[in-house]
């Protein structure tokens, strides 16, 4: 006879387990859930789908008319497409960072927090560009499959244009830089040549004292030579008499 308390022991010991992991699994995930909904935010709030959700509901009716007045789609347009321009930097800032990131964490130099806001942000950007490209369907036919395209040549566009003003502003510093270091330059030159023009105006002041002392001692020379014959001459004669 078969012995049904034996084998509902062990039955009830495995319903018993996987309860039991059942129940720390959905724990586990739901407190995980709510502590990746308490970090805080990778990106900042989306200023341009707020605007462009504000746009498509917006409805104001005119004094006097209950007609509401619907936003032209041209507009809606423009704002969807400021949209995705905005997700392009978003998408770029998600790749150029997930690598460095996930080597980060691999070495654990970084959290498992840090991580999770990561990963929250990029699926949130996932679901970003699936939205838009649904708006951009709603608002044009296949317009979805060129909007991104659009949006990366208006960034890159942007990009350029920051870059050139960054350019233009470090241009102005530097040249400005150049106009007091080239005036400092050229004070320092004209004190030299003021200083050497004032050592040749002294050297010349100098010059004819020097040529009159020389001329004196040159004429008491000349004297002296012209007095020495005559005293020998003299000399002579008296030694020519005393002879006689």
Do not use: C
Not at 35 to 47: A, G, I, M, N, V
Not at 145 to 163: D, G, H, P
Not at 208 to 227: I, N, Q, R, Y
């Amino acid at each position: 006879m078969v012995d049904w308390v034996g084998l509902a022991i062990p039955f009830a010991y495995i319903a018993i387990l996987v309860g039991s992991l059942a129940t720390f699994s959905s724990l586990y995930r739901s407190r995980k859930a709510a502590r990746s909904l308490s970090l805080e935010p990778w990106f900042p709030p989306h200023l341009q789908r707020n605007i462009y959700l504000s746009l498509l509901h917006l409805e104001q009716t005119e004094p006097g008319k209950d007609k509401p007045i619907t936003v032209p789609d041209s507009v809606l347009k423009a704002a969807l497409l400021r949209r995705a321009t905005e997700d392009i930097a978003r998408i770029i800032e998600i790749r150029s960072a997930k690598q460095a990131l996930g080597t980060l964490l691999a070495r654990g130099s970084v959290g498992d927090d840090l991580w999770q806001r990561f990963l929250r942000a990029e699926k949130e950007v996932e679901e970003e560009l699936k939205d838009v490209v649904q708006e951009a369907n709603a608002l044009a036919p296949n317009w979805g499959q060129t909007i991104f395209q659009s949006a990366n040549e208006i960034a890159a566009n942007a990009q350029l244009r920051a870059k050139y003003e960054e350019l233009q502003a470090q241009a102005k510093v530097d040249r400005e830089w150049w106009d007091r270091k080239r005036a400092s330059i050229k004070d320092d030159f004209m004190k030299e040549l003021d200083n050497s023009r004032g050592n040749q105006n002294a050297s010349k002041a100098s010059t004819p004292a020097a040529m009159v002392s020389a001329g004196g001692s040159d004429e008491d020379a000349v004297l002296v030579e012209g007095g020495g014959p005559a005293v020998g001459g003299k000399g002579g004669v008296k030694k020519k008499k005393s002879k006689k």
